[in-house]
């Protein structure tokens, strides 16, 4: 059983830097795709970084190119998400998910991802 959970979550001034930890247990397909979305109230999931087990390969969206890093951790199993000059705008739920099966490219729509966490908040202020 797979089982992902977050951390690292706080509030923060505007500028400043977080890094989130997603920690996976369990057997996780060495080819999985892992991305970090985000959620504001009940507004629906936004992919915002994605990570390729099999490649390496990595991709964000537009509005956190250049800010966020997600990494990989082989030794520890875990997933990071590095969040540099955080603004307002970044306020939320950030969650970890990681897909079960054979994937040869990776997307941010949630329909793909099997496994969840229950999320980390994240919260910046100006």
């Known amino acids: 059983q797979v089982q992902l959970v977050e951390s690292g979550g706080d509030s923060v001034q505007a500028g400043e830097s977080l890094r989130l930890s997603c920690d996976i247990s369990?057997?996780?397909?060495?080819?999985?795709?892992v991305a970090w979305f985000r959620q504001i109230s009940d507004e629906e999931r936004e992919g915002v970084a994605d990570?390729?087990?099999?490649?390496?390969?990595?991709s964000y969206i537009g509005s956190v190119k250049g800010r966020f890093t997600i990494t990989r951790d082989n030794a520890k199993n875990s997933v990071y998400l590095q969040m540099d000059d955080l603004k307002p705008e970044d306020t939320a739920v950030y969650y970890c998910?990681?897909?079960?099966?054979?994937?040869?490219?990776?997307?941010?729509?949630?329909?793909?991802?099997?496994?969840w966490g229950r999320g980390t908040q994240v919260s910046v202020s100006s």
């Open positions: 998910a990681a897909t079960k099966g054979i994937f040869y490219g990776c997307a941010k729509v949630p329909s793909i991802y099997k496994y």
């Open positions: 369990g057997a996780i397909d060495s080819s999985a795709c």
């Open positions: 990570l390729s087990f099999r490649t390496g390969n990595t």
